[in-house]
């Protein structure tokens, strides 16, 4: 059994979607299919795992499950996946193209044994799977005499709104 976790429920849409086009039949675990699925491969958001996790059947389900596949893998959002015994012997893919995580937050390296960087921005463009990048930009607004937050050393949103908020920002954006 595959079981891919997202947390959204924008991504989850968007792999049951990929799965349809596919003619494939996934079960979908979210707030509106409340029981436990029995496909082979299914879909949940990681909310509402995290919500049922109490269940037996849940839990049951889970035990179950032979690979399971995190999207998004760079978020927290699947701590209590990846801490709890129920994976602890089976297999974890989790795919990102943000493989790195800063701060506090729990390191790759606790979860993963491998990370591998499969494709490079620049070979999507070349393989015409995304389109080359047009940048545009602007002098940035003169940020001396904002105040910063003492907390975490950033500028305040609303001084910077405010400072970025003015016509000739955003002059020529749309054309």
Not at 8 to 24: E, G, H, P, V, Y
Not at 28 to 43: A, E
Request: with cysteine.
């Amino acid at each position: 059994r595959v079981l891919i976790v997202s947390n959204r429920s924008k991504l989850l849409k968007q792999t049951n979607s990929t799965f349809r086009a596919l003619d494939m039949d996934v079960g979908i675990i979210d707030t509106k299919n409340r029981g436990v699925p029995t496909h082979l491969c299914s879909v949940a958001t990681s909310q509402t795992v995290q919500r049922r996790m109490s269940r037996a059947d849940m839990q049951s389900y889970l035990r179950s499950v032979d690979l399971l596949i995190i999207d998004e893998a760079h978020g927290q959002d699947y701590n209590f996946l990846l801490e709890c015994d129920i994976f602890r012997d089976k297999w974890v893919l989790g795919v990102t193209a943000t493989p790195f995580r800063s701060g506090k937050q729990r390191q790759f390296g606790l979860d993963y044994f491998h990370i591998v960087e499969v494709v490079k921005f620049t070979k999507l463009v070349e393989r015409n799977f995304i389109c080359q990048p047009r940048y545009f930009t602007r002098d940035a607004p003169d940020l001396s005499g904002l105040d910063t937050d003492a907390r975490d050393g950033d500028y305040i949103d609303s001084q910077l709104f405010r400072r970025y908020d003015t016509p000739k920002v955003y002059e020529g954006l749309i054309r």
